[in-house]
């Protein structure tokens, strides 16, 4: 096979491995001890998630007053932090799902950080609608279920209700993506183990998976139907979100630009997300080696086309505004009034770093650095934020009527709540690297020998690569045969 591949191709797995390299690599940051990047890592993130669960604690039991929220602006800080958090789940499924669907063979290394950012990312944005009904305690009335007042239904035209359906349909579709995906790499650990309670854990968690021909054939079946199912959720879950402000009469807001440009958006700030994990990653588990300067680069070339499209977005408003004539419109925020008004550097805040930015990753240089990638990926989810921010509360600080006029500023417990669930984000997916396999290892086992250096080197020079025995599953059978 590698004959037929062309030169130029760089290896996706760096460094001479063997199968049983491979498996030894993934295993170590769950058998092994962590190293001090993981520690610090874990340590900054648990105290950001204590700050923000104290922050949590003092709104519940307070109220909804401590907010900086005001008679107009009725809900600013935390649908910015829920959209925000809703987008970074989104690059989850499309690296998985689509590029599955693609045959993609750079997805195998990052798919399953991606898969976990989602499903840790959809964690954070379900708490901001809980926390702000201010009696969390009543969340289950927006679930479509009889109740104890008799018969009253939900009313399915609030916006808070397409929400849980989305969210709720995007959850479950992709933790059962994620979770199929992880049988193989359960039941290698379990394989592996020492430990008789690790054993019975990791034996619960595969499923009795056995590593038959026939489990490969229902987990390929499974995968593929799931892949299908899950690649119009990422369509369909950002557009419902944008209906929550499209289908309102707010000027800015009724605009038919919503549902294509913040489904861009959320995959632009989602692979960028991604960027910022893959980066820490690499350093906290110690696998550089699987995930190189290909994969980043290739996540880059993403984020350029992704960045395009919501820059046109951007100045398709900005003409629209001009165009209909009217002063209300003018004033929302992507035109005249935000560029020059009361919130003016957190427009230029968005321009700089979701358009200005993402222009650097045209030089190869910049698009292959793993620096320069991390400061550009944090940057883009800053200026992502600063997008939600601004559809919010500039269009909010200016209603139709100058009575209604208001300036939104966020309090001490508005900002402690958002940090909070930055931290709570990290800790769960520091933790997940330690207890789960990071690398869908089955499938890099099956790209190596297209895509190994090691295999790459041998047929350069002519040499005969051994035939693979088995891919993965059971560690009894694969490694041992490729020990020798």
Known sequence: MSHY?????????????????????????????ANKNWYIAFYISLVAMLWGFGC????????????????????????????????????????SAVLLLFRQKWRMAINRSAEAMTIFAVFQAGLFPIIHMGRPWNAYWVLP??????????????????????????????????????????????????????????????????????????????????????????LSVHTIVSMDFATSI??????????PYFVAGAIFSGFAMVQTLLGIMRKVTNLEDYITRMHIEYMNIVIILTGGIVA???????????????????????????????????????????????????????????????????AINIGMWFERFDIIAIVLSKGHLPSTWWRFEPTFVDVGIFIGTIGFFFVLFLLYARTFPVIAQAEVKTILKSSGEFYKKRSEQGIPTKPAINLAGSEGTSDKNNKE
């Open 5 to 33: 591949e062309a030169p130029i191709r760089e290896p996706l797995v760096l460094g001479d491995k063997s199968y049983h390299d491979i498996t030894e690599d993934i295993a170590k940051p769950i058998e092994g001890a």
């Open 56 to 95: 949590i604690f003092y709104t519940v039991g307070t109220g909804i007053g401590v907010w900086g929220l005001n008679k107009n602006i009725g809900w600013a800080w935390d649908i910015t932090n829920f959209v925000w958090w809703v987008g970074i789940g989104h690059a989850g499924t499309l690296i």
């Open 145 to 234: 279920i009889p109740n104890q007042f008799g018969s009253l239904w939900v009313n399915f035209n609030s916006p808070l209700l397409w929400d849980v359906f989305a969210i709720s349909t995007y959850l479950s579709v992709s933790l059962v993506f994620w979770w199929t995906g992880l049988l193989p790499d359960f039941a290698m650990i379990r394989d592996r183990a020492v430990k008789p309670f690790q054993k019975k854990i990791y034996s619960l968690l595969s499923f009795g998976w056995s590593g038959r021909a026939k489990d490969w054939q229902r987990f390929e079946e499974v995968s593929l139907v799931l892949a299908g199912l899950a690649t119009p959720l990422v």
């Open 250 to 259: 707010n000027p800015g807001w009724h605009s038919t630009i919503f549902p």
């Open 312 to 378: 046109v977005a951007y100045a398709t408003e900005f003409f629209i505004a001009w165009y209909t004539g009217s002063p209300y419109e003018n004033y929302t925020y992507l035109s005249v009034g935000a560029a020059t008004g009361p919130y003016a550097w957190a427009f230029w805040s968005l321009i700089t770093f979701n358009i200005i930015t993402p222009q650097l990753l045209w030089f190869k240089k910049i698009r292959r650095s793993f620096i320069w990638t991390f400061i550009i990926s944090i």
